[in-house]
């Protein structure tokens, strides 16, 4: 009951991570400070498939934490 609980506990998290990614990207779409490709958005995909795959989890991690950097040096 736990794992499955876990389970769908982290396809929601992961779903809210691509939704608020997508959101920044479309958001900053146009701007002149920066703006982030679509290609940006295979983070949050790799995040979902995070919670099958435990590797595309560091991966996933990894791509976020480098948009994150880029976003904020750039803003």
């Known amino acids: 009951m736990l794992a499955v609980a876990a389970f769908w506990g982290g396809i929601f ?21 920066w703006s982030p490709s679509a290609a940006w958005s295979l983070a949050g995909f790799a995040h979902l498939g995070g919670a ?5 989890v ?3 991690v990894l791509s976020l934490t480098d948009y ?5 040096d750039r803003l």
């Open 13 to 33: 998290v992961a779903l809210v991570v691509l939704g608020c990614l997508l959101g920044d990207i479309w958001a900053r779409r146009g701007a002149e400070e």
């Open 52 to 56: 099958v795959f435990s590797l595309q």
């Open 68 to 72: 994150l950097n880029r976003r904020y």
């Open 58 to 60: 560091v991966v996933s």
